[in-house]
């Protein structure tokens, strides 16, 4: 026991080497991107809507396709079978994750100069739970929105859970979300670190 | 370094991912191609989900409408309304279409004319006559909707010899098929028609930046009977050309007091000259337009005598020869222009008709082609072939356009190539962009005047045939047979990708002073008897969908429609009020209505717009007016 937590906080000591340091400043900029680029996509294809009609969804907007038409088409669909206008009032962590990844991104520049393992585990542990918070979050929308639904409505359709990752059908309409640029750097900051790390795992403290 | 080795699961990563990336979500397909083949059939046949190549339109006739096809299927796709009201679309009802027809509920649409820039089409505008009631339209092709109407324009009656565009849209040009006494409104006795009645020529100017007519000039003819015109290019550019039946100047029994002579005098005239004229000021206001008396101001007007009662005259893509249908010759005069220049230039005349100069036939005819019985039109491949229109013998002719050899010259039964069977009894023809520098050269339609025994019995009112027909081999191949509403006269077809139509009105080029776009501009306000309602359309409800107002009111109803996706068009109709309008998405209509009845009207959308259209409706409350009782 005592040489495995010996060993542990030997290895929380190890330098992090140039190309480690390349490598977090590199994660660092994957975030920047993942703030100003679309994370995520929600595609709704019809017959009557052969061309598509696309939701573009940022860390801190939601944008229509179409010049911001879809949105107010989308929403002109849904109120048929009554589901909540969607908005981007309504989606307060639009407010927060553009600050959550702002805090990332310092603490990966710390980690830049500070330069110690401990920092990148630090990193990993914290964003891998900002991470898994965020989708648990937009899995909570998604269940939300789609069960939701005003008993009112002119169509009544059984409460469903939009899609997350995929294709599924609605009604006359295939949904399908899939995440975009922004969503993959979120996933590339991961790998970025993991291999900061795992350039850096035999260096003497 | 150790970073050497862990390069290609990187690698492996960072391709999944770009795959992943290049997903296509479900719901795109992939083009199909089509097969090709000799077949008639395949030719014509446009699969479902594809569209045709080029745009076919049809001037309307006496329904006073433009109709508009697809080429190679020949399917009617849509009804341009001009002239006439059309509750399909809600033309005539809302204030800005029943102000642009004015005080007439119906035209004669013969001649569409597309506009050009550079001597080919643009895409811009088409623009169309009304030979009864004189007037020119213009139809905006970027929405497809008749945007200005200028006439009943002054001077002039029965402007049938219309619509002929020049080069680059400067003008429209017109003539009149029907002489009247001068000025307008003046009577005289129809007896002294040769002596008191005046025939004109007009150029409608129009505006380069956005299309707006105006009468640009006139020219004071004698009372011949102006039919049908074309404009020059190339070397001919800046002139225009008409032929005219009843040189005789007779005013009754026109079927055998003009068809007297043996020729009859077309008109040559240089519109630059008299745009000119105008700019100089060498004219005199007639009916508040400048008009120009060619006796007084000669270089613009000149006659050249055509056998016999001629019909059409087309200008060649070159713009040096020019066709002149003989109608009750069986030949196809054809004039050369340099030849016509020339003549002018040497004062080669042959005497005057009241002080304007008559060119000699012979020094301006380059040769008679003997086509057949009835020639008509001419329309050209761009390959040096005519193809005129014989309406007697019933088919299309084809023959070479000069130069021709001396073996061709001495016999020019030689030169007419081949003919081909219509049914039944041909007016006009048309092949794509024959009136500009570079036709297509590829189809041909026929539009027939008696389509008996063709179609399916629908009784004794008949409509009119249709026929397209392959121009690109050396025989000329019958393709396809389509019916259409009456009457189709002159037509114009264009490449489909030169047009650029938008289906949506986007909400911020909307100028209307009164469209609406939030509910909370919405509503019914009062002013005295004047009750103005400002209304949304949307799907699936008015907002509001309630007005109140009271006998004796004028009611004012705004409404638009908000969506901005296509085909989301709603309609507007109230009960037994007489009022249908349809409003296109992004666009707002006016109604205005003289309240005389009580009573509760509802009011519905008409135009298919959703799942839950049945359900959009609303109710106009109207009470008797004050003091009288509630029932009657």
Redesign the interface.
């Known amino acids: 026991m005592h040489e495995f937590l010996r060993r542990e906080i030997f290895f929380l000591r190890r330098p992090l080497n140039i190309?480690s340091r390349l490598l977090l400043l590199l994660a660092a900029g994957a975030l920047v991107a993942a703030i100003f680029l679309p994370l995520w996509k929600i595609?709704l294809?019809?017959p009557q809507y052969?061309e598509?009609l696309s939701l573009d969804i940022y860390s801190h907007k939601l944008v229509g396709g179409n010049n911001g038409?879809d949105l107010?088409?989308i929403n002109?669909l849904n109120h048929?079978i009554g589901m909540k206008t969607l908005s981007e009032a309504d989606f307060v962590e639009m407010k927060w994750i553009p600050f959550a990844l702002g805090v990332f991104i310092l603490l990966t520049l710390r980690a830049v100069v500070f330069g110690r393992m401990a920092n990148i585990i630090d990193l990993g542990v914290l964003f891998l739970y900002f991470t898994a918070f965020s989708l648990g979050n937009f899995y909570y929308r998604l269940y939300s929105y789609g069960h939701h639904l005003d008993p009112r409505a002119?169509?009544t359709i059984e409460p469903f859970t939009p899609v997350m990752i995929g294709?599924q059908k609605i009604a006359n309409f295939?949904q399908?979300s899939?995440p975009?640029?922004g969503g993959?750097m979120l996933?590339?900051y991961i790998?970025l670190l993991f291999?900061a790390l795992?350039?850096s795992r035999?260096e003497m403290p | 370094?150790?970073?050497h080795k862990?390069i290609p699961s990187?690698a492996i990563?960072a391709l999944a991912?770009a795959v992943?990336?290049g997903?296509n979500?479900?719901?795109?397909?992939a083009s199909s191609s089509k097969g090709s083949s000799d077949n008639a059939a395949s030719r014509t046949f446009v699969p479902p989900g594809e569209k045709d190549k080029y745009y076919l339109f049809y001037s309307g006739g006496h329904s006073g409408q433009v109709y508009v096809a697809g080429i190679p299927s020949m399917r009617h796709i849509s009804t341009i309304p001009v002239f006439a009201p059309y509750p399909a679309t809600g033309y005539g009802f809302d204030e800005e279409t029943k102000e642009m027809l004015g005080e007439y509920t119906w035209g004669d649409v013969h001649h569409p004319g597309l506009s050009k820039t550079g001597g080919v089409y643009d895409g811009k505008y088409l623009f169309v006559n009304d030979a009864a009631n004189n007037r020119v339209a213009r139809i905006d092709l970027r929405d497809f909707k008749t945007r200005q109407i200028i006439g009943p324009i002054p001077n002039s009656s029965g402007n049938h010899g219309s619509s002929f565009v020049t080069d680059n849209t400067e003008y429209v040009l017109v003539a009149t098929r029907f002489s009247v006494p001068l000025p307008k409104g003046r009577y005289a006795d129809p007896k002294d028609y040769a002596k008191e009645f005046n025939g004109m020529v007009s150029g409608i100017k129009v505006a380069p930046k956005d299309g707006t007519m105006s009468i640009g000039w006139q020219i004071l003819t004698p009372p011949f009977d102006w039919d049908l015109g074309s404009t020059g290019k190339g070397p001919s550019e800046g002139w225009a050309f008409w032929t005219s039946y009843n040189t005789e100047m007779a005013h009754e029994t026109l079927e055998a007091t003009a068809t007297q002579a043996e020729r009859d005098l077309g008109a040559v005239v240089n519109w630059r000259a008299a745009e000119q004229a105008v700019k100089d000021g060498r004219v005199e206001m007639i009916g508040g337009v400048p008009m120009i008396d060619p006796a007084k101001t000669p270089g613009i007007l000149y006659f050249l005598p055509i056998p016999k009662s001629p019909h059409g005259i087309d200008t060649d893509p070159s713009g040096r020869w020019i066709a002149a249908g003989g109608k009750l010759q069986p030949v196809v005069s054809v004039f050369d222009f340099h030849k016509i220049k020339a003549a002018i230039d040497n004062k080669d005349f042959d005497g005057d008709f009241r002080g304007v100069p008559i060119i000699r036939y012979e020094s301006a005819l380059e040769g008679s082609v003997p086509v057949g019985l009835g020639p008509l039109h001419t329309q050209f491949d761009g390959r040096g072939n005519g193809y005129t229109s014989l309406f007697i013998e019933s088919v299309v002719a084809k023959w070479k356009l000069p130069p021709w050899s001396d073996e061709e010259k001495a016999d020019l039964n030689k030169v007419v190539l081949d003919k081909i069977d219509v049914h039944y009894n041909i007016g006009h023809l048309v092949t794509g962009a024959s009136d500009t520098t570079k036709p297509y050269g590829d189809y041909l339609v026929a539009m027939n005047k008696l389509s008996k025994g063709r179609h399916l019995s629908v009784g004794p009112s008949q409509p009119e045939s249709s026929q397209l027909i392959d121009i690109t081999g050396e025989k000329m191949t019958m393709l396809y047979e389509a019916f259409t509403e009456p009457e189709p006269h002159f037509a114009q077809i264009i490449r489909a990708d030169t047009v650029n139509a938008i289906e949506v009105y986007p909400r911020d080029e909307s100028k209307h002073p009164h469209a609406v776009w939030d509910a909370k501009e919405t509503g019914v306000v009062r002013e005295g008897n004047r009750v103005e309602a400002k209304v949304i359309a949307?799907?699936s409800r008015f907002i509001p969908d309630r007005i109140d107002a009271q006998v004796g009111d004028e009611l004012v109803i705004h409404v638009t429609n908000i969506e901005?996706?296509t085909d989301m068009i709603h309609g507007l109709g109230i009960a037994e009020q007489n009022v249908n309008v349809v409003i296109d998405p992004g666009e707002t209509k006016t109604i205005r209505l003289k309240l005389t009845k009580p009573g509760v009207f509802p009011f519905y959308c008409t135009n298919f717009c959703s799942?839950?259209h049945q359900?959009m409706q609303g109710y106009l409350a109207v009470k008797p007016a004050e003091g009288l009782a509630a029932n009657p």
């Not at chain 2, 979500?25 to 397909?29: D, S």
């Open positions: 190309w595609h294809v019809a052969a598509g038409q107010h088409e002109g048929y002119p169509m294709s295939i399908t899939l975009q640029i993959y996933g590339i790998v291999a795992w350039l035999k | 370094m150790n970073t862990r990187f990563g991912l992943l990336a997903c979500p479900p719901g795109q397909k949307i799907r901005q996706t799942a839950l359900e």
